[in-house]
């Protein structure tokens, strides 16, 4: 995704295309970050799904998007 980088909003060490709202960046920039990435391949911003790492063994199948409000608690995501 070097590709990307230059469109990146974030700055200082989140100058990288972050996508993490659990970082300490802006939140506004993480979605702009956000919009570029799904924009650039033609997805939704609403189809990008994450989940909120807990460095655990558990693993969750995508079958459908979900808001970033109702994120589950994994370490791996899997589709079908």
Not at 48 to 73: A, F, G, R
């Amino acid at each position: 995704m070097l590709f990307l980088l230059g469109m990146a909003v974030s700055e200082g060490r989140y100058s990288s295309l972050n996508c993490a709202y659990a970082s300490k960046d802006d939140p506004l920039k993480v979605r702009e970050n956000r919009k570029h990435v799904t924009s650039h391949f033609g997805w939704s911003l609403d189809s990008l799904v994450t989940v909120k790492n807990t460095h655990s063994s558990k693993v969750v199948v995508i079958d459908q998007p979900w808001l970033e409000c109702d994120k589950l608690e994994a370490d791996a995501m899997v589709t079908r």
